[in-house]
């Protein structure tokens, strides 16, 4: 072999380009994959996450189903079913559908005392007592809704779980137990959300666990009723959760672990929890498969640029500076690539050719570029939220689920400003301005807006965002987005429920007292309050009399329409109240006496006309209304000024009811 061969520019050049294009297409290659692939791992641990929240969402909402279900059914159950086996087993035949969800349904007397069962063909009436169970007591003692721990049946001899429902008495008190069993080794309420893949398609599991990591729910049924601690691969995410004190919360945990990404949340209504385990592989595995095809294909191009760039050497010779002409315009787009070369021999031609091959590689380069992206935007349409990201507050990527939620064709938000899904231009203003503090301090964005759909219609959605690189903002950012319209609407019915009576829809008398405390602070100045205002104390007259001979029914019925009063009488930014039983409370601000005397006498009138009929004849209720100024002692507390109020309204009472007394004419508590 000639040796000489090696040391000629041609082979320099050769060795030279093969190593240039090959560990620049290779580098380039493996830092886009491996950024792709740390960016995916996060976003796919915040989805598998969600995932688990979905799910235990979706088992909570399940439990409160059937809880709803035995409340309707212990609201109707007649009394004798209580007193009775034979009405007992007659209630459960006559309503076979009770049984739909559950192994069996049964009805306990207040004494523990199983009346009948009912297994889903028939009733019967065993000997069985549950006055042993912690449930049961609990259920009593309670007089709420109760899920037991799992546990073994006396009847089945197999694990399950107990579901029981208070059924009311008189007084209030609890008569009984409506209660249903939950076998947990055959058909029931998890059996589509607890699997196990045995395809390689499908290889997720998951488990249902108890506040003590009791397994109530596995794909394999005779793991039932043992420690999630003794489950292969996951001692060192059970072992964290142990350590924490097993906390069961709604907001889900996640982890990677042997080979699988495993995610957990708390199950709202129950005291259980939700663990999803998904193989790594499954999620990251198209991106290892793009990983070894792309050195490969790096590989081949450098393999057949230096062997391209052999052949062409040889007829490179030719005129220099025409050579050095056409060097000098490489960077100009608008001159094709093989246009403006001399056509010599040697390696000056050959030379001009190679450059023209890089300029094609170059090319070749951007395409390869181009199929990743592709291979990003077919992860984004495969995941099941919404995902983008953005860069110069531009889309430039989108997952098919995230132009489904805004009603965009897949694909067309690409290259359209991201401020168009904001239903307003303020909050996207004030989206950056959280954006950039958040990123600042180097945690990832969370947050909740209202967006507008390609056809105007807006929904709640939470937003998740991360800079696709900490240190280089033009790099873009990878946005989550989710719907969460039901969840909101479902926080503010809570929200309202816990400040206002649900049989008048007024305020209750806390959140009454909270905010006469708070109209008491913010109401002074210099010590003093800046304008008066008036409370009003009501309490019913007769009210007693219509429960005792209409029934309570009745009674409720005179409540609502009094609260309809109340509303109807004050303005918007008055406070109306139930303080509790059947009296009233008002507080007026800026509202003088002279203003409210007459509307006390008004008030009272149209309660007078308040009632209902009874066996012929209507039953009425008058009003005795206490008043007071609360004026210029501006530290007194709110419960002072109420007892001022009670007072003159007990006052009122006594001068013979259907009366209206002021405070200052009564002999009243001292303020404190």
Same mark, same amino acid.
């Given at each position: 072999?000639?040796?000489? /061969?090696?040391? %000629?520019?041609?082979?320099?050049?050769?060795?030279?380009?093969? *190593?240039?294009?090959?560990?620049?297409?290779?580098?380039?290659?493996?830092?886009? !994959?491996?950024?792709?692939?740390?960016?995916?791992?996060?976003?796919?641990?915040?989805?598998?996450?969600?995932?688990?929240?979905?799910?235990?969402?979706?088992?909570?909402?399940?439990?409160?189903?059937?809880?709803?279900?035995?409340?309707?059914?212990?609201?109707?159950?007649?009394?004798?079913?209580?007193?009775?086996?034979?009405?007992?087993?007659? #209630?459960?035949?006559?309503?076979?559908?009770?049984?739909?969800?559950?192994?069996?349904?049964?009805?306990?007397?207040? &004494?523990?005392?199983?009346?009948?069962?009912?297994?889903?063909?028939?009733?019967?009436?065993?000997?069985?007592?549950?006055?042993?169970?912690?449930?049961?007591?609990?259920?009593?003692?309670?007089?709420?809704?109760?899920?037991?721990?799992?546990?073994?049946?006396?009847?089945?001899?197999?694990?399950?779980?107990?579901? %029981?429902?208070?059924?009311?008495?008189?007084?209030?008190?609890?008569?009984?137990?409506?209660?249903?069993?939950?076998?947990?080794?055959?058909?029931?309420?998890?059996?589509?959300? %607890?699997?196990?893949?045995?395809?390689?398609?499908?290889?997720?599991?998951?488990?249902?666990?108890?506040?003590?990591?009791?397994?109530?729910?596995?794909? =394999?049924?005779?793991?039932?009723?043992?420690?999630?601690?003794?489950?292969?691969? @996951?001692?060192?995410?059970?072992?964290?959760?142990?350590? &924490?004190?097993?906390?069961?919360?709604?907001?889900? #945990?996640?982890?990677?672990?042997?080979?699988?990404?495993?995610?957990?949340?708390? +199950?709202?209504?129950?005291? /259980?929890?939700?663990?999803?385990?998904?193989?790594?592989?499954?999620?990251?595995?198209?991106?290892? =498969?793009?990983?070894?095809?792309?050195?490969?294909?790096?590989?081949?191009?450098?393999?057949?640029?230096?062997?391209?760039?052999?052949?062409? !050497?040889?007829?490179?010779?030719?005129?220099?500076?025409?050579?050095?002409?056409?060097?000098?315009?490489?960077?100009?787009?608008?001159?094709?690539?093989?246009?403006?070369?001399?056509?010599?021999?040697?390696?000056?031609?050959?030379?001009?050719?190679?450059? &023209?091959?890089?300029?094609?590689?170059?090319?070749?380069?951007?395409?390869?570029?181009?199929?990743?992206?592709?291979?990003?935007?077919?992860?984004?349409?495969?995941?099941?939220?919404?995902?983008?990201?953005?860069?110069?507050?531009?889309?430039?990527?989108?997952?098919?689920?995230?132009?489904?939620?805004?009603?965009?064709?897949?694909?067309?938000?690409?290259?359209?400003?991201?401020?168009?899904?904001?239903?307003?231009?303020?909050?996207?203003?004030?989206?950056?301005?959280?954006?950039?503090?958040?990123?600042?301090?180097?945690?990832?964005?969370?947050?909740?807006?209202?967006?507008?759909?390609?056809?105007?219609?807006?929904? /709640?959605?939470?937003? =998740?965002?991360?800079?696709?690189?900490?240190?280089?903002?033009?790099?873009?950012?990878?946005?989550? *987005?989710?719907?969460?319209?039901?969840?909101?609407?479902?926080?503010?019915?809570?929200?309202?429920?816990?400040?206002?009576?649900?049989?008048?829809?007024?305020?209750?008398?806390?959140?009454?007292?909270?905010?006469?405390?708070?109209?008491?602070?913010?109401?002074?100045?210099?010590?003093?309050?800046?304008?008066?205002?008036?409370?009003? +104390?009501?309490?019913?007259?007769?009210?007693?009399? +219509?429960?005792?001979?209409?029934?309570?029914?009745?009674?409720?019925?005179?409540?609502?329409?009094?609260?309809?009063?109340? &509303?109807?009488?004050?303005?918007?930014?008055?406070?109306?109240?139930?303080?509790?039983?059947?009296?009233?409370? @008002?507080?007026?601000?800026?509202?003088?006496?002279?203003?409210?005397?007459?509307?006390?006498?008004?008030?009272? *009138?149209?309660?007078?006309?308040?009632?209902?009929?009874?066996?012929?004849?209507?039953?009425?209720?008058?009003?005795?209304?206490?008043?007071?100024?609360?004026?210029?002692?501006?530290?007194?507390?709110?419960?002072?000024?109420?007892?001022?109020?009670?007072?003159?309204?007990?006052?009122?009472?006594?001068?013979?009811?259907?009366?209206?007394?002021?405070?200052?004419?009564?002999?009243?508590?001292?303020?404190?």
């Amino acid at each position: 072999m000639n040796t000489r /061969w090696f040391h %000629t520019v041609k082979a320099r050049l050769m060795l030279a380009s093969t *190593l240039i294009i090959g560990a620049s297409v290779a580098t380039s290659t493996w830092m886009v !994959l491996e950024r792709v692939e740390q960016r995916s791992a996060q976003a796919l641990l915040e989805l598998e996450r969600d995932n688990a929240e979905r799910v235990a969402a979706l088992l909570g909402q399940r439990v409160i189903g059937l809880q709803r279900m035995l409340r309707a059914a212990a609201g109707v159950l007649p009394p004798a079913a209580l007193a009775s086996g034979s009405a007992a087993a007659a #209630f459960l035949d006559a309503n076979p559908a009770l049984g739909v969800n559950f192994a069996n349904i049964y009805i306990a007397d207040a &004494q523990g005392q199983v009346l009948a069962v009912h297994d889903g063909s028939r009733a019967t009436r065993p000997d069985l007592n549950l006055a042993g169970r912690d449930w049961f007591r609990r259920t009593m003692a309670e007089g709420a809704p109760v899920v037991s721990a799992p546990l073994v049946g006396r009847i089945s001899r197999e694990p399950i779980i107990q579901f %029981t429902m208070p059924v009311p008495g008189k007084g209030g008190r609890t008569a009984g137990v409506l209660g249903g069993s939950l076998r947990l080794a055959s058909r029931n309420l998890f059996d589509d959300l %607890t699997y196990a893949g045995h395809s390689d398609v499908d290889r997720v599991i998951t488990l249902v666990t108890d506040a003590m990591g009791t397994l109530i729910a596995h794909p =394999q049924r005779e793991r039932v009723m043992r420690s999630i601690e003794a489950e292969p691969g @996951l001692s060192a995410t059970v072992a964290g959760w142990v350590a &924490q004190g097993r906390p069961v919360e709604p907001s889900g #945990f996640v982890a990677r672990e042997d080979g699988r990404f495993i995610a957990f949340a708390g +199950v709202p209504g129950a005291d /259980w929890l939700v663990f999803r385990l998904t193989p790594d592989a499954e999620l990251l595995g198209g991106l290892a =498969q793009a990983r070894r095809e792309a050195l490969l294909w790096a590989t081949g191009v450098a393999l057949a640029g230096g062997l391209l760039v052999l052949g062409l !050497l040889a007829a490179l010779l030719g005129p220099l500076s025409r050579l050095r002409e056409r060097a000098l315009q490489l960077q100009d787009a608008s001159i094709p690539s093989d246009a403006g070369w001399p056509q010599a021999a040697g390696e000056i031609g050959e030379l001009g050719l190679a450059l &023209q091959q890089v300029l094609q590689e170059r090319s070749a380069g951007e395409q390869q570029r181009q199929l990743l992206l592709q291979r990003m935007g077919s992860v984004l349409a495969a995941a099941p939220v919404g995902i983008a990201i953005t860069s110069q507050r531009c889309f430039v990527l989108t997952g098919t689920e995230f132009d489904s939620l805004l009603g965009w064709p897949a694909g067309t938000l690409v290259g359209r400003p991201a401020g168009e899904i904001f239903a307003a231009q303020l909050d996207y203003d004030r989206l950056g301005t959280e954006v950039g503090l958040a990123f600042a301090a180097g945690r990832p964005y969370f947050g909740e807006w209202t967006f507008q759909r390609r056809d105007g219609s807006t929904f /709640w959605g939470r937003l =998740q965002g991360r800079p696709v690189e900490a240190a280089n903002p033009d790099a873009g950012t990878i946005w989550l *987005l989710e719907d969460v319209t039901e969840r909101r609407e479902a926080r503010e019915r809570l929200s309202w429920s816990a400040s206002h009576d649900a049989l008048t829809r007024l305020l209750n008398r806390s959140a009454f007292e909270e905010r006469f405390t708070r109209w008491l602070r913010e109401a002074r100045e210099d010590g003093a309050l800046r304008a008066p205002a008036t409370l009003m +104390v009501l309490d019913l007259d007769g009210f007693k009399q +219509v429960n005792d001979s209409a029934g309570h029914a009745a009674g409720d019925s005179v409540l609502r329409e009094v609260g309809m009063v109340l &509303q109807k009488l004050v303005r918007s930014g008055d406070l109306a109240a139930r303080l509790g039983g059947d009296e009233f409370a @008002l507080l007026l601000p800026g509202c003088e006496l002279a203003v409210a005397a007459p509307l006390a006498d008004r008030l009272r *009138l149209a309660v007078s006309e308040v009632g209902v009929l009874h066996e012929g004849r209507p039953l009425r209720v008058d009003a005795s209304i206490g008043l007071v100024v609360v004026d210029g002692a501006a530290a007194v507390a709110h419960a002072a000024w109420l007892a001022r109020a009670d007072a003159a309204c007990y006052e009122a009472k006594r001068a013979g009811r259907g009366c209206v007394r002021l405070a200052s004419d009564v002999a009243e508590p001292a303020l404190a």
